[in-house]
């Protein structure tokens, strides 16, 4: 099937599933992307001034540009949505592709996630069905385990923010699981000389800037790290647990039994139910389901629930990717919390 008419009836697929066509477009706003995602994140847009002085970029990422229109528009319903066209990222592989064509679905503002969740695999599914193969696998995930298991062990607060924050860049996050599990960026020295620069500066006009921070900003953060300090045992123990968890991948009937499994082992207070996730069958049509711990972590905006579905059609690796972002619309500007999930499909696969 030529990639026009494939497009064209994944289109029509999506429009007789109830959703709705929306334009997104081209060029955004560069300072949302960087507020939400880091000034780091530079390095894979492609911005530029235009002629009112105000930077922007080509959109990186369709969802992000989709979520910015729904905001601009001032939706406050429920929304079932469809788009196409390509999305701009520079790339960090030689064999990456700089420009991406994909169609993607979202619902934004439903009550009801845990019926969202199927419905958008569901509608992967159903896209994929355009396609001829005889086998697949979906792959499920959920980034909020991490963040409730992350909230529950026994290191300080700010590790805790820091892990979770950076659980999608998994070399820096495995980098502060070796800081986490030997203390090695802690020198006893200068950690003395920072304690008597403390007391030194608390007698000093707090209100006073010192790069870009108050003097009682400062001291409000050295006194938390020091009622809060980092010990090297409890370290060890934390970084065994997570490490252990990020290996679970079994079949799906099982993950729940085997997460409540390890958080019993763990002495973590945590229990999934089994309806927790959106599939708990081991096979939907001809696709062959598991749970992965660590999936999920290929994009920093998600916040629950993610999947992968992939199928092999005329040698070809084809998937439907996405999960659940709650927290990007807030990100860009809402003033309120607005739930969302969503998938897409790369045409350059």
Request: net charge positive; glycine share 6%; aromatic share 10%.
């Amino acid at each position: 099937m030529k990639s026009k008419n494939l497009s064209e009836n994944i289109l029509k697929s999506l429009k007789s599933s109830g959703f709705d066509y929306i334009d997104l477009d081209t060029v955004i706003p560069t300072n949302l992307i960087l507020e939400r995602s880091g000034e780091s994140f530079r390095s894979l847009i492609f911005s530029f001034i235009d002629q009112n002085g105000k930077e922007i970029c080509l959109r990186p990422d369709l969802t992000i540009a989709s979520c910015i229109k729904y905001l601009n528009q001032k939706k406050k319903s429920y929304s079932k949505v469809y788009y196409n066209g390509q999305a701009f990222r520079k790339v960090q592989k030689k064999n990456d592709k700089i420009i991406r064509d994909q169609i993607g679905f979202e619902i934004i503002g439903s009550k009801d996630e845990k019926r969202d969740d199927r419905q958008i695999i569901n509608t992967g599914i159903k896209v994929l069905n355009k396609f001829r193969y005889k086998s697949g696998s979906i792959t499920i995930g959920n980034v909020e385990i991490f963040h409730l298991l992350i909230n529950k062990l026994d290191i300080p607060k700010r590790w805790k923010l820091r892990l979770q924050r950076h659980f999608w860049r998994e070399s820096y996050f495995n980098e502060l699981l070796r800081r986490l599990e030997t203390n090695s960026d802690v020198d006893e020295t200068i950690v003395e000389l920072d304690k008597k620069r403390y007391f030194k500066m608390f007698k000093q006009n707090q209100n006073r800037n010192i790069a870009g921070r108050s003097l009682r900003e400062i001291l409000i953060r050295f006194d938390n790290k020091i009622k809060d300090p980092r010990r090297q045992i409890k370290g060890q123990n934390v970084v065994k647990i997570i490490r252990e968890y990020l290996k679970i991948n079994c079949k799906m009937s099982n993950a729940a039994t085997i997460l409540n499994a390890f958080f019993k082992k763990n002495k973590i207070n945590l229990t999934v139910g089994k309806n927790y996730f959106p599939i708990t069958k081991d096979k939907v049509s001809k696709l062959n389901v598991n749970f992965s711990s660590s999936f999920g972590r290929h994009l920093e905006y998600y916040t629950g629930m993610v999947f992968k579905i992939t199928i092999n059609s005329n040698s070809r690796k084809i998937q439907v990717n996405g999960g659940r972002y709650d927290n990007l619309i807030s990100d860009l500007g809402s003033s309120k919390k607005i739930p969302a999930v969503g998938g897409a499909i790369s045409l350059n696969d």
